[in-house]
C-alpha cells in the first residue's frame, strides 16, 4: 500500500542506494571511474550518505532533530557533488573547446556557491516559532532543484544549437540529473498541506520513484554497450563556439 514506512516506502528509499552501490562497483571494473570521476563520486556519495540518512530516520533511538539535521547536511553536500557532476557534463560536451568549457565549470561553481550562500541566510533568518530546519531544507531543495534545472536547460540549449554530438552514456548522465531536477521542482512546489492534505505522502512515492527510474536509467546508459557514431568524412565549417573558444584562448593566455 502507498502508506509512509510500508515496505513499498522502505524499499523505493533504500534500492536506488543499493543499485549505486552496484553502479560504482561495476565503473570501477570497466574504468568507467576515470573517464566520469565526478559521476563515480555522486554514485558513492548517494550511497553512503544515502543510507546513513535512512538509518537514522528507522532508527527510534535517534530524534527528528538529528534527522532533519543530517538531512540538511546531506543536501548541503549533495549541492557541491551534483555541481561537480553538472561541470564535468559542460567538460565532456564541450572538450573540443576547453576554454568555454573551463568557463562553463566556473560559473556553475559560482552559482552554487552563492545558493548555498543565500539558502543559508534565509535559513537562518527564519522565524524561531516555526521548525527552522524543515524550512531550511525546504528552501535548500527548492534553489537546488531550481538552478539544476536551468544548468542543464543551458547545456541541453547549447547543444541544439551549435548542434553538438552527444555521446551516449553523457546523454545518459545529463537524462537522469534533468528528469530528478523536474520531478524536484515541482515536489517542492505542490508539497503544501491544503493541496493534498493526509495524502501528502504520496508526493514522497513519486519523488523516489523517479529517482529510482533515474537509477535504471544510469545503468542502462552506462552499462549496456552502445553503437559507436559514424563519422564523417566531410570536416565540418567552423562555427561561433570555436570561434569564443579561440577568443576565451587568446585572452587567457
Not at 47 to 66: E, K, L
Not at 116 to 121: C, D, K
Not at 182 to 201: D, E, F, I, Q, R
Request: glycine share 4%; hydrophobic share 55%; with cysteine.
Amino acid at each position: 500500500m502507498l502508506l509512509p514506512h510500508s515496505i513499498l516506502w522502505h524499499y523505493l528509499w533504500v534500492a536506488p542506494y543499493a543499485l549505486l552501490a552496484i553502479l560504482a562497483t561495476v565503473m570501477v571494473r570497466r574504468g568507467l571511474h576515470r573517464e566520469f570521476p565526478a559521476f563515480f563520486s555522486y554514485t558513492i556519495f548517494e550511497s553512503v550518505c544515502g543510507t546513513a540518512v535512512y538509518v537514522i530516520d528507522i532508527t527510534p533511538s535517534f530524534s527528528n532533530n538529528v534527522y532533519w539535521r543530517s538531512y540538511l547536511t546531506f543536501l548541503l553536500l549533495e549541492v557541491i557533488v551534483k555541481l561537480f557532476v553538472i561541470g564535468e557534463l559542460f567538460k565532456y560536451q564541450l572538450r573540443r573547446y576547453p576554454a568555454v568549457a573551463g568557463l562553463a565549470r566556473l560559473l556553475a561553481t559560482v552559482v552554487g556557491a552563492v545558493l548555498i550562500f543565500a539558502a543559508t541566510v534565509i535559513a537562518a533568518s527564519a522565524s524561531p516559532r516555526s521548525y527552522w530546519l524543515i524550512s531550511a531544507t525546504r528552501i535548500l531543495g527548492r534553489s537546488v532543484s531550481i538552478v539544476e534545472c536551468g544548468l542543464i536547460l543551458f547545456l541541453l540549449v547549447l547543444a541544439f544549437h551549435f548542434r553538438l554530438r552527444w555521446e551516449n552514456r553523457l546523454f545518459g548522465i545529463m537524462l537522469g540529473f534533468a528528469i530528478t531536477a523536474s520531478v524536484y521542482v515541482a515536489y517542492w512546489a505542490v508539497m503544501t498541506p491544503w493541496l493534498l492534505g493526509t495524502k501528502s505522502h504520496l508526493l514522497d512515492f513519486l519523488n523516489m520513484a523517479t529517482y529510482h527510474l533515474c537509477v535504471l536509467i544510469w545503468f542502462y546508459y552506462l552499462l549496456v554497450p552502445q553503437k559507436k557514431p559514424t563519422t564523417s568524412a566531410v570536416s565540418l565549417p567552423e562555427n561561433n563556439l570555436a570561434i569564443w573558444n579561440r577568443e576565451l584562448e587568446r585572452l587567457l593566455q
